[in-house]
């Protein structure tokens, strides 16, 4: 009976024992859980958290490659436009390029021709003529015979010069060796063409200087040869040193476009000159003519002030006799008669004088004109 009770009293608190460990054992597995349960909360958060993160930076990243995507297909319009417009430009290159070696062409073919070639020399002249502010028919004239010259040729130009001066001008210039030179890609044949071109000039320049033009009695010692391209002139020089003086030596100077706008502006520069010369003596006539006829004027006037004042003092002499022989006496005869005398005005007596002028006699500028004449020394120290 006791060693039951005792085997009872010994469950119940063996099982006492047990359930306390038990639930000691739960709390601590339910702590385990409550934390690790905790970490998975904060875990999820966090990746939450980044995920948050990831999706801003991927929109972001998204927004930058649709903008760089539309970016490429901007530029690769632009580029499209650009190589149509490329194409374009190559193709319209193309066609001036033929279009300007045919004019080319078409230029060298007429000034293979002396005829043209001529013609053309003349063109170009005559527009120098006309840029300098020379007028055909007052400053110059074309095609006009020499006395005296050669009678095989007349110069293109004849410029009249103040003074009764005249330059003859020639425009027909050697060119055949020259479009040859630059027809060929042979160097070597191009400078023997160019030499050649060189000698013509020269022959050109002998021909001219016998038909002599330069020794016309009004004429300065030259005749001026034109031509209508500089490299005309530079190539032959590259050749021989000495064309210019050469050719001056015979009496002929060569004249490019640059060279002869210079001499032709020069001469119409002393032409305006020469005209304000010519205006200026034409206004010391009429001058000179108006100060004789203000000088009469003047003398005149003084004739009229002098017998206007004799004629005034005649005037005023007068009135005090016709007051006493004449007024007074009538206006008595008015009284006895019974009329009234203030109809009878006393006469009244001039007062004013006429003023003096200069007597007569200005006939220039100078007795009108005060000059004052300043030395150089004078003007340096002022």
Do not use: C
Not at 186 to 203: G, N
């Amino acid at each position: 009976m006791n060693s039951a009770i005792f085997l009872i009293i010994g469950l119940l608190i063996g099982l006492a024992i047990g359930a306390a460990g038990g639930l000691a054992i739960s709390r601590a597995n339910s702590r385990g859980a409550t934390k690790a349960l905790q970490d998975q909360i904060t875990t999820m958060q966090s990746n939450q958290s980044d995920s948050t993160r990831l999706t801003t930076e991927l929109d972001a990243m998204k927004k930058s490659v649709e903008t760089l995507a539309n970016q490429a297909l901007d530029a690769d319009r632009r580029r499209s436009t650009a190589e149509s417009d490329l194409k374009n430009q190559i193709k319209n290159m193309g066609e001036g390029n033929k279009l300007l070696l045919d004019e080319t062409t078409k230029i060298a073919g007429a000034l293979s021709n002396t005829q043209t070639r001529g013609k053309f020399g003349e063109a170009q002249l005559e527009l120098l003529l006309e840029m300098a502010g020379l007028h055909e028919g007052v400053e110059f004239e074309r095609q006009k015979a020499v006395p005296g010259s050669d009678s095989q040729g007349i110069p293109d130009v004849t410029v009249r010069m103040p003074g009764g001066s005249v330059l003859f001008i020639d425009s027909k210039f050697p060119f055949d060796r020259f479009l040859d030179a630059f027809d060929t890609e042979d160097l070597t044949k191009r400078e023997t063409l160019l030499q050649q071109h060189t000698e013509d000039l020269l022959k050109h320049v002998t021909a001219l200087a016998k038909r002599d033009y330069h020794k016309h009695e009004t004429s300065p010692d030259f005749v001026v040869l034109f031509a209508p391209f500089e490299t005309i002139v530079s190539e032959a020089l590259r050749i021989d040193k000495r064309l210019l003086d050469k050719a001056f030596e015979k009496g002929v100077t060569i004249a490019t476009p640059t060279t002869m706008m210079a001499l032709l502006r020069t001469v119409g520069f002393v032409f305006s000159r020469n005209k304000i010369a010519t205006n200026a003596g034409e206004i010391q006539e009429l001058a000179e003519k108006f100060i004789k006829n203000v000088s009469a004027l003047h003398s005149k006037l003084v004739t009229v002030g002098e017998r206007l004042k004799s004629t005034v003092k005649a005037y005023n002499d007068m009135v005090p006799t016709a007051e006493t022989t004449v007024i007074n006496p009538a206006k008595q005869i008015m009284k006895i008669s019974g009329k009234d005398t203030k109809s009878l005005k006393a006469i009244p007596e001039i007062t004013d004088s006429v003023r003096d002028l200069k007597s007569g006699g200005q006939t220039s500028l100078d007795d009108f004109i005060d000059v004052e004449v300043i030395e150089e020394g004078e003007s340096d120290d002022n």
